[in-house]
């Protein structure tokens, strides 16, 4: 993302993420994100905040470029976790199902969770009674 003027955060939600991008001539890490052109650095530059987990690769990224982090939590959330209490389980499923069906009686904590949470489990940019399939999928496998 270069010189994205308007860009003044940029927030991951994945703790895992892969961000680094190597410099294929110099072999060191590159800037991989910029908010406008630098005459002083003769080059791209980023001004804004990154945004992330505390020990996650936002953080480290931010680290490695100087840039400005700001912390979402300590806790860095678990894959398949839609209740936010810290574990994978058929509750979250229920959950899911829920929000899709359009549950009118979720309170507004449970729907934020949801929003925070990695809904689309085959990444067809769609959440759906596949995605909880595929979370009923990964619940099997745990248990065994």
Do not use: W
């Not at 530059?45 to 480290?60: D, F, L, N, P, Q």
């Not at 979402?72 to 959950?95: F, H, Q, W, Y």
């Amino acid at each position: 993302m270069s010189r994205c003027t308007n860009l003044e955060t940029l927030t991951i939600l994945n703790p895992e993420c892969e961000v680094a991008h190597i410099d294929p001539y110099t072999k060191k890490p590159a800037t991989i994100v910029s908010n406008q052109y630098s005459t002083r650095f003769n080059g791209e530059v980023y001004s804004g905040i990154v945004r992330g987990y505390t020990g996650s690769t936002a953080e480290k990224l931010a680290e490695q470029f100087g840039y400005q982090f700001q912390s979402l939590g300590e806790s860095i959330p678990v894959t398949g976790d839609m209740n936010g209490d810290g574990k994978m389980s058929v509750a979250d499923a229920v959950l899911l199902i829920r929000f899709i069906g359009e549950d009118d009686t979720l309170n507004e904590t449970q729907i934020n969770t949801l929003l925070h949470s990695e809904l689309d489990f085959n990444k067809d940019g769609l959440i759906s009674l596949q995605d909880v399939q595929l979370l009923l999928k990964l619940l099997t496998a745990q248990s065994n």
